[in-house]
């Protein structure tokens, strides 16, 4: 590691085997916890080459306890997080509603490191059951229409990074993998990103893979579909900014997202909208978010995919899911 260092230090990048090899050792303990945080600390400060990209997550890949979900034709909706935003958890409720309506979903998610409120911190306040038992997941598919992946129970390799994150409380190249390395490998994938450099190298790298796609970036700097502003949006076929006349709703301010001070705040925010108590401007962005998501699944208009999000919300459905997957936890 010492030499990887003083390599890094000097401003040279890996190779994408380099990378790889980096990050198995890491998860055969060969370095020691200072040389692991100074590892994370050089990529703070300097940007992720496409080839170090791509050797930590293929190193990710290899190493997770995969679950075969092919028959389910299933997305994932994820955000990179670490955009220092502090919404509440709109990837997370749109994934319920894009379950509402009837569309598979294999949610990739973690606690929160660098926000208040993680995707896993929020399903577990709701009493979600994490588990990587397949029966387990495949039944949640079978009858919520989504199964939650908590992170830390397929990556066992990454064990002894996470207390290193946890101290280091800021956003780290984890950040950027967690929506590439969903043990599902599902087909379909909508990724929120934290910067436009790293969403452009997500598109290049996902235009490899037989996966549909849409990776986002607001440009207000949010990691997901914000409606405050316009944002990017990158997929197989085409480059395109949106705002929120594409959805057909009005632009909002960065104040109405806002994710509360506590995970009980967050978890508040979350049964509230599913119970048809969000006020507007929440129910449009995760219904925008969600509506991106099953454009990419089904292949309609954004404006069509927000309407049956609209109606998985306003129906209960969405809701049913969430209710369905407490039922399985119990």
């Not at 949610?107 to 994490?130: Q, T």
């Not at 990587?132 to 939650?148: H, M, P």
């Not at 909208?273 to 292949?299: F, H, P, W, Y």
């Amino acid at each position: 590691m010492k030499q990887v260092l003083n390599r890094l230090i000097n401003h040279e990048q890996l190779s994408k085997n380099e990378a790889r090899t980096v990050l198995v050792n890491i998860s055969e303990e060969k370095y020691n916890k200072s040389q692991i945080a100074a590892f994370l600390t050089v990529y703070m400060m300097r940007n992720l080459s496409l080839e170090e990209l791509e050797g930590f997550r293929d190193a990710l890949l290899d190493l997770c306890l995969a679950v075969d979900f092919s028959e389910y034709n299933t997305i994932d909706l994820c955000g990179t997080g670490g955009d220092g935003k502090n919404t509440f958890n709109i990837s997370t409720l749109a994934s319920f509603v894009t379950a509402g309506t009837g569309i598979k979903v294999t949610k990739h998610g973690n606690y929160g490191v660098s926000s208040v409120s993680g995707s896993s911190n929020v399903m577990e306040v709701l009493g979600i059951k994490f588990s990587n038992e397949k029966d387990f997941l495949k039944r949640s598919l079978d009858k919520a229409g989504i199964c939650v992946l908590h992170a830390p129970l397929f990556h066992p390799a990454m064990k002894n990074v996470a207390p290193i994150r946890k101290e280091l409380g800021v956003k780290t190249f984890f950040n950027m993998l967690g929506p590439m390395v969903n043990p599902a490998f599902p087909n379909y994938q909508m990724v929120g990103v934290f910067d436009l450099e790293l969403a452009r190298m997500y598109g290049y790298l996902y235009q490899k893979s037989e996966k549909n796609y849409a990776v986002l970036h607001a440009m207000d700097g949010y990691d997901e579909i914000s409606l405050t502003g316009p944002v990017k949006v990158i997929s197989r076929n085409s480059e395109k900014i949106l705002t929120a006349d594409n959805f057909g709703a009005k632009q909002i301010e960065e104040s109405e997202i806002f994710g509360g001070e506590t995970v009980n705040d967050s978890a508040e925010i979350f049964l509230n909208i599913l119970n048809g108590k969000g006020t507007e401007a929440q129910n449009n962005v995760v219904c925008a978010n969600a509506g991106l998501a099953i454009s990419v699944v089904e292949n309609c208009s954004i404006q069509k995919g927000f309407e049956k999000a609209k109606e998985s919300l306003q129906s209960g459905k969405a809701l049913n899911s969430l209710k369905q997957l407490q039922k399985l936890s119990k």
